[in-house]
């Protein structure tokens, strides 16, 4: 005997959440695919009177891309971000980790003091904090240098956060044991701390990096020479009301700007989302 079986009509909520879905999709990626949808097309089609929702020509979008690396410093920019942006990452990574690992396993005199006033300088907005940061980074001579722009950023309160609430999940008996079997405090952190913290590190990582990469504030203050210009900054001067560069050009510039950022979060999305999402279930 058969069974037919009668499918399932969709509910009206399940019908509007895909239309939510669908409509916040559509408004966060067309402005990505318009950029890209100018990058990749004959100049003066996609302003024109009646633009087009696809790209003409890869050949003229190679071509403005090839233009912008030869004629501008942007290749040096791209260099300057990136070796920016690595060396935040394993700063933030390495104090983080140390700061969380003490935080969350030990106790010493000063401790809930000193957790509730690194948690205050959440709310603290980074307008109050820029010129005392200004004015000591100048006393240190550091300005246009790299050392100027990566270390007052090492020091993240929401890494030390995040950190926290995956290492207070790390079973005590797993350190007394380590502590029996000989293991020093350093050793702990580094074989069982780490290891344990893995998807936590990894989505700071990925956050930092983000952050850090289209930062524009702090590198054009601290630097101010052509040759410590970060993306960001090189991007700021397409984008000048007295660049007289076309629309296509700017586009091109503020695309190349947005690539790493969108591979890195295409490929380590899931990572991003878990590592949010245990941090706030942790603890």
């Given amino acids: 005997m058969t069974v037919i079986r009668l ?11 895909w239309v939510v879905a ?13 950029m890209v949808n100018v990058v990749f097309s004959l100049p003066g089609e996609p302003v024109s ?26 290749f040096r920019a791209y260099v300057v971000s990136l070796i920016y942006s690595i060396l935040t990452i394993f700063g933030v990574l390495a104090v983080s980790s ?3 690992f003490e935080f969350s396993l030990f106790d010493f005199p000063g401790k809930k003091i000193t957790i509730a006033i690194v948690m205050l300088s959440l709310m603290v907005p980074t307008a109050v904090t ?19 722009l990566v270390v007052p950023g090492i020091a993240s309160a929401f890494g030390l956060f995040m950190l926290m609430q995956f290492m207070r999940a790390i079973p005590r008996d797993m350190i007394e044991a380590a ?9 702990i952190y580094w074989h069982i701390a780490l290891p344990l913290s893995r998807n936590a590190m990894v989505t700071l990582a990925i956050l930092t990096f983000m952050r850090t990469w289209g930062n524009y504030m702090w590198p054009l203050i601290v630097g101010t020479r052509p ?6 900054q090189v991007v700021g001067l397409f984008n000048a ?14 695309l190349l700007a947005a690539v790493p950022p969108l591979l890195f979060f295409l490929i380590f999305q899931r990572k991003i989302v878990e590592g949010i999402a245990m941090s706030g279930t942790k603890g």
């Fill in 49 to 74: 009177i009646n633009p087009r929702l696809w790209p003409t020509s890869v050949a003229a979008g190679i071509d403005k891309i090839a233009m912008i690396f030869a004629e501008t410093e942007y």
């Fill in 241 to 254: 009301p007295l660049s007289h560069q076309t629309v296509d050009v700017v586009m091109t510039a503020n």
């Fill in 130 to 148: 820029i010129i005392p940061t200004y004015l000591l980074t100048s006393e240190l001579g550091w300005l246009n240098t790299m050392q100027g």
């Fill in 179 to 187: 502590r029996l079997d000989g293991a020093g405090h350093f050793e």
């Fill in 227 to 232: 040759e410590m210009y970060t993306v960001g």
């Fill in 22 to 34: 669908i409509a916040v999709a559509v408004i966060a990626i067309f402005p990505l695919w318009w």
């Fill in 7 to 17: 499918a399932r009509r969709p509910d009206v909520w399940t019908v509007l959440k």
């Fill in 98 to 100: 140390l700061a969380a």
